[in-house]
């Protein structure tokens, strides 16, 4: 067959070396030149599957479970006019985009440690994982989220906003810190590392456009950092996940194996050959999922599950100074009177979370996250809950998206069209008007938002960053 530009000679050379075959080795090239497949993940933070399922049938998708994920379908519409992330369950949270392979490494981490309540994510951007992380926690314990990158910590939490979290803490660091910073401080750790991405070249066909060999023994130099940092950070008893999204035994076997050499009394290897079936169809002979295109018509994916058997020396302390946390924990008092205002405007919660002051602002820090305060800085934890004013509070719109709890008498349900303009920053001029001067808006029974009754409209107040222009809903 003819191969396509796209694949350099050394790279399938290092293919060849994993997939001796030759007829595999071509079903794979194959493949990678057939556009990917799209695939989605029901958020269960905010709706069952069973009624994610009932909700979307009348659009006629054709939704085929993925193996590895019960919340994970591959889906395939007649009309793709309407990009997915426009639909209005995508927009009020319901599900997230995301490849099918991206959700085996969540799905690893809690088939052995399904009550983690301290859990990293060393590279959490777009967030993908980490609001699946949440979901499988049911929003209890702690995340922290860690992205390197700062132009994709906004994305960050965008994503973790508009899917209801509320137990995570952000950072922005070199994840090379935390084994330093936060020595055996979680149960689990998830290090989906940077990598080649030879993967993704179904998404991307030029993924591969700059790939070397030398730039592949780069990147795996950085990816053994990470992953001796992750094993610093975790506890003794406590699962690590690496995985990337690259295919060479360079970045994937061979950084597993040089941590095995490093710590050879502390760790044991946790076989995935159970995870789901038919994961024998990428099993290597060492327990790991190196999933090639062609297994599953997926991207190209790579999966290890270890467990730390043991302490090992500590790392030198981080030098760096903190500065003093610019937070307080509030009074018992000022809680339950704040918990008591919230409750008239339709938020709850529970002792997972915890209320803090900075200033005029009220935060809600996941409880289970304390410990890591004054150990590393954050760019944000939990969630803003409210501006406080001379005559009362400015709740916050993350808040709303993970707190609200609407009833009959707190919701204001909008039409099809108010929802629409809700999302595109205009005021709503309903037919009738609320009773209630302040009240959360809501489409399909999810709420949209916290708005305000002002003379004869419902006042907008989705935030301007997130507001859409262009074709929504159907």
Excluded at 66 to 78: L, S, T
Excluded at 338 to 356: I, P, R, Y
Excluded at 362 to 388: C, D, M, Y
Excluded at 422 to 439: A, F, K, N, S
């Amino acid at each position: 067959m003819v191969v396509s530009s796209r694949f350099p000679e050394e790279f399938i050379t290092l293919m060849r070396a994993s997939l001796p075959d030759e007829a595999e080795l071509q079903r794979f090239l194959a493949i990678s030149q057939q556009p990917l497949r799209k695939s989605v993940r029901v958020n269960t933070l905010k709706i069952s599957v069973a009624d994610f399922l009932t909700r979307t049938a009348q659009y006629g998708w054709r939704l085929t479970p993925v193996p590895w994920c019960a919340e994970g379908f591959w889906i395939e519409r007649d009309d793709e006019s309407l990009p997915l992330g426009s639909v209005a369950e995508h927009l009020s949270g319901l599900f997230y985009i995301q490849e099918a392979s991206s959700m085996l490494p969540v799905t690893a981490l809690f088939a052995a440690a399904p009550d983690a309540q301290q859990v990293m994510d060393m590279a959490a951007a777009p967030g993908s994982k980490t609001t699946q992380l949440a979901a499988l926690m049911h929003n209890r314990g702690a995340i922290l989220a860690n992205e390197y990158s700062a132009s994709r910590v906004k994305v960050l939490h965008a994503n973790i906003s508009r899917c209801g979290v509320s137990n995570v803490a952000l950072t922005h660091f070199d994840g090379r810190v935390f084994g330093a910073a936060l020595p055996e401080q979680f149960d689990a750790i998830l290090l989906d590392a940077p990598c080649s991405g030879e993967g993704v070249v179904r998404k991307d066909a030029d993924a591969l456009r700059n790939w070397t060999l030398a730039s592949t023994e780069a990147i795996a130099a950085t990816q053994r950092d990470l992953i001796d940092s992750a094993f610093h950070a975790l506890r003794p008893g406590g699962v690590l996940i690496y995985s990337t999204c690259t295919l060479n035994t360079i970045e994937n076997q061979q950084v597993i194996a040089w941590l095995l050499t490093r710590y050879p009394d502390a760790i044991e290897i946790l076989s995935l050959q159970d995870l789901f079936a038919g994961a024998e169809a990428a099993l290597t002979p060492e327990g790991y999922l190196h999933v090639f295109p062609h297994c599953f018509d997926s991207e190209g994916f790579f999966v290890a599950r270890l467990r730390k058997t043991a302490s090992v020396p500590a790392l030198p302390a981080p030098g760096y100074k903190l500065g003093k946390l610019p937070f307080a924990p509030a009074s018992r008092k000022l809680s339950a009177e704040v918990m008591q205002a919230a409750a008239k405007v339709g938020l709850q919660w529970d002792e997972s979370l915890t209320l803090w002051q900075r200033d005029k602002e009220l935060w809600l820090f996941p409880a289970s996250a304390e410990q890591w305060l004054n150990k590393v800085r954050f760019s944000r934890i939990g969630l803003k809950l409210a501006e406080t004013f001379p005559k009362g509070y400015r709740w916050q719109h993350e808040a709303v998206m993970a707190l609200a709890r609407p009833d009959a008498s707190l919701a204001f349900a909008l039409n099809e069209a108010e929802a629409e303009s809700w999302y595109r920053g205009q005021d709503i001029h309903p037919e009738t008007l609320p009773d209630r001067d302040e009240v959360i808006v809501t489409w399909q029974q999810q709420p949209l938002g916290l708005a305000k009754k002002v003379g004869n409209r419902i006042k907008n107040s989705y935030p301007r960053e997130l507001v859409r222009d262009g074709r929504l809903f159907r």
